[in-house]
């Protein structure tokens, strides 16, 4: 008889986990998926583009339901887990059903952060997070309404690129001194915000809010500098916060996420967290790509072949922000004992910055190029030393290796 496997949360890591574990042991367990969001699982990534209506609403879906049923999965989206009783291995369901489980994966993603600003509760400010977020902002958005997005990191990128492919005046308020600060380096961040002014989009940088102005809903923003911002809307995107109530009501061991060892086990045996609700040696990962390795290693696990561990991601992004390319992966600042090469054609909007240390890349930046973006993170992570293709990995992939190639025919 297949042992039960209660997943709870139904997006981008469930999914992956469900996939790496069906090719790894496909029978082994009777699954569950419980999602409180009433859809099959769906591509976070791509809300930006519903918004701008340069996608269809099922063009985002991971997986077809009949995918999930090939598989055996019982597919409960729409139903919210209250809670886990770790004694008798129940997991408890806002209708008053319980769940049995033999292994538990808390996939539960993170929430939008609400700012504590006066006037964050009026009607008009919205968050930008999922799919219910995208219709409220669609019904109250249009051609010609003025939007203010509050947040200059990428979720607040993605709202404003969609709002104002939609028409919207946009205005985006942004805390730091840089867009996506966490992402790109200071040449980068300028080029971002000087090619979303190009088409449109108002960037305050070095702003913080003061409050939401409006009586009986939001009618403007107000910032501490005291410039005043007409909105017909607001739309929040300050950030996330791991969701792990369920873990801590459950006694589990909690910090900012919910506390994994390098296997993705819980403080307590047979519950396991993935994704963004989850925390590894201290680090929240709020991409996608960490917790698509994270479903890899709990996959392997959870087949009986747990040969890898998890030991980390190193970071990239390689995104377009309102249609721009951007791509950043490790030690992109450059940290102390790190030299860097610079490639820079503002004209063209093209720049590249390259963190090496002890003959070897540990970071990149890139602006407007992207292409090989892929190559430059392969190149981060095996640590292979650049010296035979230094003068020349700048240019991409495809110069070096030609350049390389001639030198060994040469020789």
């Known amino acids: 008889m297949s042992e039960p496997l209660v997943i709870i949360g139904n997006g981008m890591a469930a999914a992956r986990l469900v996939d790496e574990l069906s090719t790894r042991a496909l029978g082994r ?14 591509n976070r990534v791509l809300l930006s583009s519903l918004l701008a209506r340069e996608v269809e609403r099922t063009d985002i879906d991971l997986k077809s339901k009949a995918w999930w049923q090939e598989r055996g999965v019982t597919l409960l989206y729409g139903h919210q887990a209250i809670g886990i009783d770790t004694q008798i291995r129940r997991v408890k369901l806002a209708g008053g059903a319980t769940l049995p489980y033999g ?22 400010v919205l968050t930008f997070r999922d799919l219910r977020d995208v219709a409220a902002i669609e019904a109250a958005a249009g051609q010609g309404r003025s939007v203010v997005v509050i947040g200059g990191g990428l979720l607040g990128l993605e709202a404003a690129y969609g709002l104002a492919r939609a028409g919207a005046k946009v205005h985006i308020v942004h805390l730091m001194d ?28 070095s702003a913080e809010t003061a409050r939401v102005a409006g009586t009986r809903c939001a009618e403007a ?4 500098d005291g410039t005043v911002l007409p ?14 109530e369920l873990a801590q009501a459950a006694q589990l061991n909690v910090g900012r996420g919910i506390v994994v060892d390098d296997g993705m086990q819980t403080s307590q045996s047979g519950i396991y967290a993935i994704g963004e609700c989850a925390e590894h040696r201290g680090v929240c990962y709020g991409l996608v790509e960490p917790a698509y390795e994270q479903a890899r290693v709990l996959a392997s696990r959870l087949a009986g072949q747990p040969t890898d561990l ?11 922000v309102s249609g721009v390319g951007v791509f950043s992966a490790g030690d992109f600042m450059g940290s102390a004992g790190t030299e860097q090469i ?16 002890d003959g070897k890349l540990v970071g990149a930046v890139l602006f407007g190029d992207t292409a090989d973006g892929l190559w430059y993170l392969d190149l981060i992570r095996s640590g292979a030393p650049i010296a035979p293709i230094r003068s020349d990995f700048a240019f991409g992939r495809a110069f070096a290796e030609r350049s390389t190639a001639a030198i060994k025919k040469a020789a």
């Open 221 to 224: 923003v107000e910032l501490r």
């Open 342 to 357: 610079v490639l820079s054609d503002p004209g063209i909007g093209l720049y590249k910055k390259f963190v090496i240390r």
């Open 178 to 205: 840089r867009l996506m600060e966490r992402q790109l380096d200071v040449r980068a961040g300028a080029m971002l915000k000087a090619a979303l002014e190009a088409r449109g989009i108002t960037v305050h940088l």
């Open 310 to 320: 998890y030991a980390g991601s190193t970071l990239a992004t390689n995104l377009k």
């Open 103 to 124: 292994k538990l994966v808390l996939a539960t993603g993170s929430r939008a952060i609400r700012l504590s600003a006066p006037g964050m509760d009026l009607p008009g």
């Open 29 to 42: 367990y009777a699954i569950a998926v419980v999602g409180e969001e009433p859809a099959l699982a769906y």
């Open 231 to 244: 909105a017909d809307l607001v739309v929040v995107a300050a950030g996330v916060r791991p969701n792990s």
